[in-house]
């Protein structure tokens, strides 16, 4: 049984900082590609961040790059998101993929997070 468990979310203002953290259980998932993606209310799910499994190669989405930072450690994930703007407000999910190799699209995750919740006011 494979579990992506994410935690980290909350409500803070305009320009602060907020990190979340997720973690994957299973065989073979220190080795994995793994990363976040988003969704905002009334919108599809979007590419955030995602990296490979030494941490040495990481994708940003165009419009956090500068701003949020992903890191790992073995099968745990993190993503620092500072100077954080209303438009980040969105539930956000802990993704791992089979494979090494680090991929923006969706359909190439097999294992997801429940999501948590980020509110940024203005």
């Known amino acids: 049984q494979v579990y992506v468990v994410e935690s980290g979310g909350g409500l803070v203002q305009a320009g602060s900082s907020l990190r979340l953290a997720c973690t994957a259980s299973?065989?073979?998932?220190?080795?994995?590609?793994m990363g976040w993606f988003r969704q905002a209310p009334g919108q599809g799910r979007e590419f955030v961040a995602a990296?490979?499994?030494?941490?040495?190669i990481a994708k940003y989405a165009d419009s956090v790059k500068g701003r949020f930072t992903i890191s790992r450690d073995n099968a745990e994930i993190s993503l620092q998101m500072n100077s954080l703007k209303p438009e980040d407000t969105a539930i956000y999910y802990c993704?791992?993929?089979?494979?090494?190799?680090?991929?923006?699209?969706?359909?190439?995750?097999?294992?997801w997070g429940q999501g948590t919740q980020v509110t940024v006011s203005s």
């Open positions: 299973g065989p073979t998932f220190a080795r994995n590609a």
């Open positions: 990296i490979n499994w030494s941490g040495n």
């Open positions: 993704t791992a993929k089979i494979g090494m190799v680090v991929e923006t699209d969706e359909s190439d995750y097999e294992y």
